[in-house]
């Protein structure tokens, strides 16, 4: 299609509306009201999608079983922690706010690309053990490609037909990639000791497989968008940058935006906080070995995998909002039999439960905000909502490691009550999905 027509040539006009019309439809992937049909090449890009997501999960579940090493290593203290969420977070929030930048000049396909790029460039620089300083920057930039790719992912994911179920498999499959990570992590660490880092040459080699996947299936959208004529006379359109700018603000002054935010930013706070501290709580409280115990969150991830894939037809079924509610009620009271049975086993199991429980409020919560948020702004808005999301993953695992150096580990449980209580209060508050037709 040309992009040299202007209102002066004959039937220009409504040359130019088409024109302005499909380069819309190229900016933002969710714009089209019918759901897409599912077909080979939509099936492969589902595929793609899914398996970006099985990388992100192997990245983020390989932190906690190598902290450790990392400490040794670098000769460091427990502040490292505090550093690599703090970069994390930093990338998740320049991810989110050039989001809405990206969409002006690139189309889906190159945005998911630039994605799996710097995830893979992080790994890179982390395999051949640098000095801190770059292994801390490599988090930032992780985080990032991941901000990236997961955002327009699941907004690719969110326009098929049978949104829900997909939206359940491509978050099943982080939780498959963080339940497998520490099974690959831990030996090679275990055994190498000095080279630790060489796990992440197995991450280097699935970045790889992540970037070709994006190439392949999503090609024919790897492009720069041409720049957008004004339908008004034959001056072109005010700026790309003050556009991005002006679809930022939009979406900033949307409440629901930030009352889904908050939800997640709860959300992924119990999720992190419980994975992340289980393992001292069951060593420092309950007495356990740490040969025996060191494996529990792996029974947490593989609840949220069997969750996110055997509960997204049932909740979409009986419906989203009610369930999900549903769901916060048992994590609660999973998570008080937790708390006040003393009981490595009760302890293991009813965290395994708590897991499958909680394996489906992501995805769900995220399928109810691609039906919540206005077309021109769902990709920066669900950037916004993972940055939220990110931020409450970084900051409680941080509070809880900082009261729990001078009260005890066993301040985890009333912290991880709190958060379960607000998570379901922030729900209760999301609106309804309407019926809408924008």
Not at 79 to 98: D, N, P
């Amino acid at each position: 299609m040309s992009a040299t027509a202007t209102p002066h040539d004959s039937g220009g006009l409504q040359l130019q509306t088409i024109q302005n019309t499909s380069l819309d439809d190229a900016r933002n992937v969710a714009s089209a009201e019918q759901p897409t049909p599912l077909s080979r090449k939509v099936i492969f890009k589902l595929l793609s999608s899914g398996f970006s997501f099985f990388v992100a999960g192997t990245i983020d579940g390989s932190l906690g079983p190598l902290i450790p090493y990392m400490l040794r290593s670098y000769k460091v203290g427990t502040s490292f922690i505090s550093v690599i969420y703090a970069a994390s977070f930093a990338g998740w929030l320049l991810a989110a706010a050039a989001n809405s930048h990206m969409l002006q000049y690139l189309d889906t396909g190159a945005i998911l690309a630039i994605g799996a790029v710097f995830q893979l460039i992080s790994n890179i620089l982390r395999f051949w053990n640098p000095p801190f300083g770059v292994f801390a920057t490599s988090f930032f930039i992780c985080s990032m490609g991941m901000g990236v790719q997961d955002s327009h992912s699941n907004t690719f994911v969110s326009t098929v037909n049978g949104a829900h179920r997909w939206l359940g498999f491509i978050h099943a499959m982080y939780a498959l990639g963080a339940l497998v990570s520490p099974f690959v992590a831990t030996p090679i660490a275990s055994s190498m000791q000095s080279r630790w880092s060489m796990f992440y040459v197995f991450l280097v080699g699935l970045g790889m497989f992540n970037v070709v996947g994006v190439l392949v299936a999503f090609r024919g959208s790897i492009r720069i968008l041409p720049r957008q004529a004004s339908t008004s006379g034959d001056n072109l359109a005010p700026g790309r940058g003050r556009e991005a700018l002006s679809g930022m603000a939009n979406t900033l002054r949307l409440r629901v935006v930030w009352i889904l935010s908050l939800f997640f930013f709860f959300s992924l706070g119990v999720g992190i906080t419980a994975g992340g501290w289980v393992v001292e709580y069951l060593v420092d409280v309950r007495h356990g070995k740490l040969s025996q115990v060191g494996y529990t969150p792996a029974g947490l991830y593989g609840g949220l995998f069997l969750g996110r894939l055997l509960l997204a037809e049932p909740t979409h079924r009986f419906g989203e909002r009610r369930m999900i509610l549903l769901y916060c009620v048992i994590i609660l009271g999973l998570q008080l039999i937790f708390w006040l049975v003393p009981n490595i086993i009760a302890n293991a199991t009813a965290l395994s439960l708590l897991g499958f429980f909680f394996g489906p409020l992501f995805p769900i919560g995220v399928s109810v905000g691609t039906k919540l948020f206005p077309n021109s702004v769902k990709a920066s808005a669900l950037g916004l909502v993972f940055v939220m999301a990110q931020a409450g993953g970084s900051l409680f695992p941080s509070i809880t490691g900082f009261i729990a150096s001078s009260a005890g580990v066993k301040v985890l449980q009333p912290i991880l009550v709190g958060l379960i209580v607000a998570m379901g209060t922030s729900w209760v508050l999301v609106p309804k999905v309407p019926n809408r037709s924008d």
